[in-house]
Nanobody
Framework: QVQLVESGGGSVQAGGSLRLSCTAS????????WGWFRQAPGKEREGVAA???????NSADSVKGRFTISKDNEKNTLYLQMNNLKPEDTAMYYC???????????????????????WGKGTLVTISS
């Protein structure tokens, strides 16, 4: 089992930055695929950024050039650096992990609740204009 806890959400103005963290505990060494997902009110959950244990990364077109995913293996922590935030980035952000070996592009498509083995409870990001 793996437990995921997100932090770092908050309210900022458009153009600002936030860094989300996801701290993992438990059998972390079983995890190969990691991802950040978000769900805005009234919308489906979508993949934001993904990374695997070989450090390949990918991100959604809507955040390319603004968001960066990274992980610190010593701290068992996944990060999402978000710059130049826009009101349309407002959403609940979730961290997810899965032991299956996947390319980041595939991880981004696994936004269903049953598509990734482990999910955090989320952290809210609100961007005002």
């Amino acid at each position: 089992q793996v437990q995921l806890v997100e932090s770092g959400g908050g309210s900022v103005q458009a153009g600002g930055s936030l860094r989300l963290s996801c701290t993992a505990s438990g059998n972390v060494y079983s995890i190969y695929s990691w991802g950040w997902f978000r769900q805005a009110p009234g919308k489906e959950r979508e993949g934001v950024a993904a990374i695997n244990s070989d450090d390949y990364t990918n991100s959604a077109d809507s955040v390319k050039g603004r968001f960066t995913i990274s992980k610190d293996n010593e701290k068992n922590t996944l990060y999402l650096q978000m710059n130049n935030l826009k009101p349309e980035d407002t959403a609940m952000y979730y961290c997810a992990a899965d032991p299956r070996r996947s390319w980041p592009t595939e991880i981004l498509r696994r936004h269903g609740v049953n598509d990734m083995e482990y999910w955090g409870k989320g952290t809210l990001v609100t961007i005002s204009s």
